[in-house]
């Protein structure tokens, strides 16, 4: 009870502070230009954020080394940033090879090295390691880690470098040592994940003249077949979307695909929830055998509620296959009810964290909020300020057993 207590406060006072946070327009007060941030060094040996750098908040769990042979060989890619000098001691492009999220960091930190010190660039002294020149543990045997000095080499600067480094976005950056400053970044697996879970732009809604639409083409306010009790199961129903927790149109990302016996077929991705079924599939969604998961624990022989229509109850529909596949778009769509039959199979709203009960009372006051006057601070495109807020605090007062292994990482932004 301490624990909801906390989080209901804690989303309260988000409710509160929301008409300031999006008070950004002209007027008395607003549109006033911000003094520059002032930025202080880094001091030796210190670290930011202050928690180790394989744990949540930071740049996350290892997932195991990448070699040239290796299927994951792919992840990574090379940066060419001529604003940019790499070392390449062992001369194979080895230090060049990142995955694009640590390239999207570093190419942003290039930049905020030659507007601090014009004439300067960025160099890169080690990068991905293929000869195991570090410890087993090491991120740099998975593209997510390098080594950085400035092309003056001047070790007076390396304190407001490693700065730099946290300003421009590096999930963990760690002045380590006179030498050199370390930087990581989460995988691209994690931030996959950060939302919890979206579908892709492609995927089908029924509304409700019995019309099908895409998901990109989604609009709050739009009336969608989902099911009436937020545990997927009980009578089908048309729900109002509120709001989108997540819409990113251009974004290509990796999908799990549940394939049926129905023939749908639902894909989302990996941190989304699921509600699933064991053991016998046939008949009506029952209540007590439903539970949710993450759409990356699904297995061939469970089962998804699979949706016939507006007044029907959802039916069991055994999964045969799952398989991963890459598509464009996520999005994130939250109704009134919490549930949305997406391709005709019955899915939550939510993810990141295995409660769905949970997640929908969280976001109680945000259908308050949309009740009284409409959604405040809806976004065209990126993460809902709203559940932003909601991964914030749950990152501090959850247990992390509660959250999915990527998407836990991602949480503390």
């Not at 639902?266 to 029952?286: I, K, M």
């Not at 469970?302 to 229509?309: D, F, H």
């Not at 109704?335 to 993810?351: E, F, K, L, P, Q």
Request: net charge neutral.
């Amino acid at each position: 009870m301490r624990l909801l207590a906390l989080l209901g406060l804690l989303a309260s006072c988000a409710l509160l502070l929301a008409p300031a946070a999006q008070a950004c327009g002209p007027g008395r007060g607003y549109g006033k230009r911000r003094p520059p941030k002032k930025l202080t060094p880094l001091s030796l040996k210190q670290f930011s954020p202050n928690v180790a750098e394989k744990t949540l908040g930071a740049s996350g769990r290892l997932e195991g080394k990448i070699t040239r042979n290796s299927e994951r060989f792919k992840e990574l890619t090379p940066n060419y940033n001529p604003d940019i000098i790499f070392k390449d001691e062992e001369n194979t492009g080895a230090d060049r090879l990142m995955t694009q999220r640590c390239k999207d960091k570093l190419n942003s930190l290039a930049i905020s090295v030659m507007n601090m010190w014009p004439g300067v660039k960025l160099r890169v002294t080690e990068g991905w390691d293929e000869d195991g020149n570090h410890f087993d543990d090491s991120l740099h045997y998975e593209g997510r880690a390098v080594d950085i000095t400035t092309s003056d080499r001047d070790r007076t600067k390396y304190g407001m470098l490693a700065r730099l480094a946290v300003e421009a976005g590096f999930d963990w950056v760690y002045y380590e040592s006179k030498a050199h400053v370390h930087c990581s970044v989460k995988s691209e697996h994690s931030v996959a994940a950060k939302t919890g879970g979206c579908f892709p732009g492609g995927a089908l809604v029924t509304l409700e003249d019995g019309s099908r639409k895409a998901m990109h083409e989604l609009q709050p306010g739009d009336q969608v077949l989902a099911s009436l009790q937020n545990d997927g199961s009980g009578q089908l129903i048309y729900s109002e979307v509120i709001a989108f927790l997540d819409r990113s149109p251009a974004a290509r990302q990796q999908f799990y695909t549940l394939v049926t016996d129905s023939g749908a077929t639902l894909s989302l991705t990996a941190a989304h929830l699921v509600f699933v079924a064991e053991g016998n599939c046939s008949g009506p969604a029952a209540s007590e055998k439903l539970q949710t998961i993450f759409a990356s624990q699904v297995r061939p022989g469970q089962c998804v509620v699979w949706a016939r229509g507006q007044g029907q109850e959802g039916h069991l529909s055994r999964v045969s296959r799952v398989k991963m596949r890459e598509d464009t778009g996520t999005f994130a769509p939250l109704t009134r009810h919490g549930t949305v039959v997406v391709n005709d199979i019955v899915s939550s709203c939510y993810a990141a964290t295995d409660q769905h009960w949970l997640a929908h009372w969280a976001f109680g006051p945000l259908r308050a909020l949309h009740s009284w006057g409409g959604p405040m601070g809806h976004q065209t495109e990126g993460v809902h300020w709203y559940s932003s807020l909601l991964h914030w605090v749950g990152s501090h007062i959850l247990d992390p057993k509660h959250f999915h292994p990527w998407g836990i990482m991602d949480i503390d932004r």
